[in-house]
């Protein structure tokens, strides 16, 4: 317990059968977005816990001043990729493998509006870096927008965080037409265990790539992995692919974050409205035009989110338009909003991926803070002062 200004503050683990109600409260309070433009309000299904709970180890905290609910945090702890190094066998040339450490991650740190500037949000994430060590935690890192200037002071100035990463996300509309996919190119649906397969060898020492991959695609909310190729390329199960490979290709994932929180746009004019409402209604009359409709965003919907991104060869673009396309139509059948991924802003794929500029977020801001020493062999050193690589593996459980 620590004294505010506002008075006694209590930091401690959300209890759903008591707190419910009141976090729901206090997450109403807390819009997100800058005042005057469209926000982006998050609904979590009525369970706090949602976007978070298949993780596999999580925290939620709450800070309590008397009765009310003034902040709230959540915390993911796993192991990532942090960097590779090679590996030399007697017959056989040097090979990439990844190098591992603990890492946690922060997120849905919101404070009350007549509780903030009075410490409590510096609390909350000083009780749960406090949980991070006790599970030996080597790093912490959080997300925001770049133009969430609170939030970054407080983890940049207060917390020690350091600026580390600049992903963008991008976001694109789910259409009331269905989007047509090249003859040119075929889609190939792996199992779970061919996806898990694909990944390791392909995808293992991309930055942040979880080590219980094989937990991600077994999930539930996990849709399916996807391989386009070249239609004439024949197609003879995933070991022929591995060992003989198109000259181009792509993977992606596709997660269902529609169970796990909604959507809604608020702060639009009617004007925009009446537009909007205007392109679903040609787009259902005559869908052969191929009207980039905009879905009723002003309602809460859900989103489908594209992870796990791979791709190779001079037709790489192609391939990874194919997959997009595929997943619109996924989405669609599923009755979501918006189909959304995130990639570095260094991916050569990020071109390729179709997406409404108005929506995305061209720079999200990850932090990291370096917590103690960890897994990390000295291959990478101190993962805090590394490069960017070209790719970033952005974990569903976490978006």
């Given amino acids: 317990m620590e004294e505010s ?8 683990e959300f209890k759903p059968s008591k707190d419910v109600a009141r976090v729901e409260e206090l997450e ?11 926000s982006i309000l998050t609904d979590d299904l009525g369970d706090p816990l949602n976007r978070i709970r298949h993780s596999p180890s999580y925290l939620m905290l709450v800070a309590e001043i008397g009765s009310e609910i003034v902040g709230i945090i959540r915390g993911c702890i796993k192991t990532v990729t942090c960097g590779k190094k090679l590996a030399r ?5 040097p090979r990439a493998v990844p190098v591992c450490t603990k890492t946690a991650y922060l997120l849905g740190l919101r404070v009350s509006p007549r509780h903030r500037r009075l410490g409590v949000g510096l609390k909350l994430v000083q009780k749960m870096e406090d949980w991070f060590e006790e599970n030996g935690v080597e790093y912490a890192y959080m997300a925001t927008e770049s133009e969430n200037e609170p939030s970054l002071n407080l983890f940049t100035r207060k ?7 600049t992903p963008c996300i991008l976001v694109n509309p789910v259409h009331a037409h269905r989007v047509r996919i090249s003859t040119r190119i075929s889609i190939h649906k792996l199992t779970s265990s061919e996806a898990e397969l694909l990944y390791r060898r ?10 219980d991959i094989d937990a991600v ?6 849709l399916g992995t996807f391989v386009s190729a070249p239609s004439g390329y024949f197609w003879a199960g995933l070991e022929k692919f591995l060992s003989d490979p198109p000259e181009s290709w792509a993977v992606v994932s596709v997660w269902n974050n529609n169970e796990v929180f909604k959507l809604e746009v608020r702060g639009a004019s009617s004007v925009r409205k009446g537009l909007i409402r205007a392109t679903r209604a040609v787009d259902r009359t005559c869908p052969w035009l191929g009207i980039p409709s905009v879905p009723d965003f002003f309602k809460p919907f ?17 391939m990874v338009r194919a997959l997009c396309n595929h997943a619109h139509n996924l989405a669609r059948k599923s009755g979501c909003g918006a189909v959304v991924t995130e990639v570095s802003g260094h991916d050569p794929i990020r071109s390729a991926i179709p997406h409404w500029k108005s929506l995305s977020c061209e720079e999200d801001v990850w932090c990291i803070k370096r917590l103690g020493e960890g897994y990390s062999d000295g291959s990478v050193g101190d993962w805090t002062k590394s490069p960017p690589g070209i790719s970033i593996f952005v974990d569903p459980r976490e978006f």
């Fill in 5 to 12: 200004e506002a008075g006694l503050v209590v930091i401690r």
């Fill in 202 to 211: 392909r995808l293992a020492t991309t930055e942040f790539f979880p080590r």
């Fill in 217 to 222: 695609l077994k999930n539930k909310l996990n």
């Fill in 159 to 165: 917390c020690g965080y350091t600026k580390f990463r």
């Fill in 302 to 318: 859900g989103l489908h989110l594209l992870y796990g991104w791979g791709s190779e060869g001079p037709q790489a673009r192609q």
């Fill in 89 to 93: 066998s007697t017959n056989a040339a």
């Fill in 28 to 38: 109403r309070s807390c819009e997100v977005g800058a005042a005057g433009k469209m």
